[in-house]
């Protein structure tokens, strides 16, 4: 089983109904799943470390799902062996006003990760052609000028402006990689469910969630035309069958890890001077009187 047939090649007309979002692969159980993760994760926390210092290539994980997807538990297990100083995550809400007097990508710019960091986005600039075109009333309310607004093109013209986007960052050492956490609509309604009646998760439950969960179909067709015009070689794609949380969260290190081991990080190596100034170091703490 390879985690790389996840992935969607650059140009390809997508549907979702060929993606099973229950797919399990070839564990047995999820227990078989568990210890698999277990060891993406010991995988991906020993290529931060390099990363973090060789300083070099920063990496941007963008994560979009519907609600309940399962976006948060998956962030918290794939990262849960990596050094939080080398890591960071940004969930990107509704925009503020101070956002909405900016273009789109302002908000998701500042946030991204410096050289030597994982950087992830909880939701990112994508939710431009998700949430935005589903909503219609969410672009006519934004402080765009009136022929954008009316234009035929805009997702068009927006998914070549985040083309160029990562393409950019690409060209300039942020190896980035996408992730389309894909739930049934069967699963979010067990998963609602559950968060209503269980109190420590009520929390987790707004009525909003219900209206987009109406919305499905017209997410659906967003989810499709997104991901079939902006997956590249250098910002790719990846759609996760998302019914068992134990099958994604493995699927998700794999691929970041393997990501990581193809770029062949090494560590820094000292140059023949800053060799000689560690031996003077080493010397000197060797030779210290008390
Ligand atoms: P949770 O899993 O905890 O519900 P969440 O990511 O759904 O996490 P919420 O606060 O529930 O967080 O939702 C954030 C909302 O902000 C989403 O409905 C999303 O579509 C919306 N949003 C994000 N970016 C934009 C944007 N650029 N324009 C309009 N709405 C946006
Ligand atoms: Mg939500």
Same mark, same amino acid.
């Given at each position: $089983?390879? *985690? ?11 549907? !979702?109904?060929?993606? &099973? ?13 568990? +210890? ?17 210092? /060789? ?10 799902? =519907?609600? +309940? ?9 794939? @990262? ?7 890591? /960071? ?15 789109? !990508?302002?908000?998701? @710019? ?6 030597? #960091? ?21 672009? /006519? ?78 997410? $659906?067709? +967003?989810?499709?035309? =997104? ?8 910002? &790719? ?10 099958? @994604? ?19 820094? *190596? ?6 000689? #100034? ?5 010397? /000197? ?6």
């Amino acid at each position: $089983m390879k *985690t790389s047939d996840f992935l969607i090649k650059p140009n390809t007309k997508i549907s !979702l109904k060929d993606h &099973p979002t229950d797919f399990t692969g070839s564990f047995k159980d999820k227990a078989e799943g568990a +210890a698999a993760l277990k060891e993406g994760v010991e995988r991906l926390s020993k290529y931060q470390d390099i990363l973090y210092a /060789q300083n070099t290539y920063s990496l941007l994980l963008v994560f979009q799902a =519907m609600d +309940a997807a399962g976006k948060d538990s998956t962030i918290k297990h794939v @990262m849960s062996g990596v050094n939080p100083q080398g890591c /960071q995550v940004f969930s990107f809400k509704s925009p503020s006003s101070e956002e909405r007097d900016h273009t789109y !990508l302002w908000r998701n @710019m500042k946030a991204l990760p410096e050289r030597g #960091r994982i950087g992830i986005f909880n939701r990112s600039y994508y939710e431009e052609v998700l949430v935005v075109r589903v909503h219609p009333e969410f672009l /006519q309310g934004q402080q765009l000028p009136e022929k954008l607004k009316k234009s035929k093109k805009i997702w068009q013209q927006r998914f070549e402006e985040i083309n160029n986007f990562e393409s950019y960052l690409s060209n300039n050492g942020t190896v980035i990689l996408k992730f389309f956490l894909n739930v049934s609509k069967e699963e979010q309604k067990r998963r609602f469910l559950k968060r209503i009646n269980r109190p420590d998760k009520n929390w987790k439950f707004s009525a909003a969630d219900l209206k987009e969960r109406q919305l499905w179909p017209k997410y $659906m067709a +967003a989810y499709e035309d =997104m991901i079939s015009n902006t997956s590249s070689k250098q910002a &790719p794609w990846h759609i996760i069958p998302a019914d068992n949380k134990w099958f @994604m969260r493995w699927a998700v290190a794999d691929i970041i890890a393997n990501k990581l081991k193809s770029l062949k990080l090494a560590y820094p *190596t000292l140059s023949p001077e800053q060799q000689a #100034r560690l031996s003077e170091a080493k010397e /000197q703490l060797e030779n210290e009187k008390d």
